[in-house]
């Protein structure tokens, strides 16, 4: 049995929520009391991953799947200072765990103020390492960080090293992992069963034992989204810190250079009725340079599947065969190609997603001579 004091922790936020829980307008701000310590969002104490955005000087805004902060600690308790524009879901992980002990819901508040969260309580005095994992996407909401309340001390040589691998992934609502979790397929969409940690790419990365950076935005495409419209396609939004958001800001991709990026894109251009072969393949040639003038060493996977059926299955790896020959042809290399078998319609739940992931590993590591 895992710590009581974890339960109670896990009680006190399902407590009055029916979905399991902690809605974030149900928490007030509290004064720092005796035996806490306080750990601001720039703190070097804080192990960030993701595109942050530091630009409000008040919080950093972690806005895309599978961002996360960790925090090692010599204690027994912690509390989150945070904030949202909108809705947001967190995993939180205890001291190793391989999946998530309790879940928090942020909700935007009116009065704009932030709130004190509590994410764990009653631990044993000891040595903790616990991550908060943003697995709702960046179009439902950013998520606003401005500290961490710690009873005890935050200990910098106590984070765990972050992985040496990385992969960015670029991609749709099956890279989010829309209705991964989902209990009955085909039942209307609920953001508590969007999941990135369970999607493909989150299983692909732990299988990797990689870090990754998730850049997805369900009903989005490579040239037309889903709805028709040209407008924040993922190419455009690949060069912010979030998909849809105000306060977005320029990526600098300097600052995390990945070894692999996997592009999984194209289900919602051939849904919208709209696509266009000569603009598909121009915009996502167009889109490989651009990531290749940022990234020069980077392996570029163009991936598809696995929503795609019949005829439009056969296209889009006519097209995308037809992207990589046109950029080998221009001299870039290190282009490949991969693809995923198809679902049966439905955006795969997290045992698909497993599969998906175990065979995307199977041949990264045979491919890139990863062991």
């Known amino acids: ?14 407590s009055g929520c029916s979905d399991s829980t902690l809605d974030l307008e149900t928490s007030s701000n509290e004064p720092l009391e005796e035996g806490w310590t306080w750990v601001p969002y720039d703190s070097d104490l804080l192990q960030i991953s993701g595109r942050a955005n530091y630009e409000s ?17 010599i204690g027994t308790a912690l509390k989150l200072k945070t904030g949202t524009n909108n809705n947001v879901y967190l995993d939180v992980f205890v001291d190793g765990e391989e999946t998530p002990s309790s879940l928090i819901k942020l909700t935007y508040s009116q009065h704009g103020a932030p709130s004190i969260v509590p994410v764990v309580s009653n631990l044993p005095q000891d040595t903790h390492v616990v991550t908060l994992y943003k697995r709702s996407a960046s179009n439902f909401g950013d998520w606003y960080v401005y500290g961490m309340h710690v009873f005890g001390n935050a200990e910098k040589e106590l984070l765990p090293p972050k992985p040496k691998r990385k992969i960015e992934f670029v991609g749709n609502s099956i890279t989010c992992g829309e209705d991964v979790l989902v209990p009955v397929l085909g039942q209307d969409f609920d953001l508590i069963n969007e999941s990135s940690f369970y999607s493909y790419a989150g299983q692909t990365a732990r299988i990797l034992h990689a870090e990754d950076h998730n850049i997805c935005c369900g009903g989005h495409g490579i040239y037309v989204n889903l709805d028709g419209s040209k407008e924040q ?14 306060s977005s800001d320029l990526w600098d991709h300097s600052k995390w250079h990945p070894d692999i990026v996997v592009i999984n894109l194209g289900t919602n251009d051939f849904a919208s009725g709209k696509n266009d072969s000569t603009m598909f393949v121009k915009t996502t040639v167009d889109f490989v340079r651009k990531i290749r003038s940022y990234h020069a060493d980077a392996k570029i996977v163009l991936l598809d599947g696995p929503m795609l059926h019949e005829e439009h299955l056969v296209k889009c790896r006519q097209y995308l065969d037809v992207v990589k020959a046109t950029l080998e042809g221009e001299g870039i290399m290190g282009v490949y190609r991969f693809s995923f078998e198809p679902n049966q319609g439905f955006h795969p739940v997290k045992e698909k997603a497993l599969v998906d992931a175990e065979s995307l590993s199977v041949w990264i590591r045979s491919e890139f001579g990863w062991d």
């Open 57 to 73: 000087g008040e919080f950093v805004i972690l806005s895309w799947s599978a961002s996360s902060i960790t925090i090692a600690f």
């Open 1 to 14: 049995m895992k710590y009581l004091a974890r339960l109670l922790a896990v009680l006190l936020l399902v």
């Open 233 to 246: 396609t993922l190419p455009i939004m690949y060069n912010k810190t979030s998909s849809e958001s105000l």
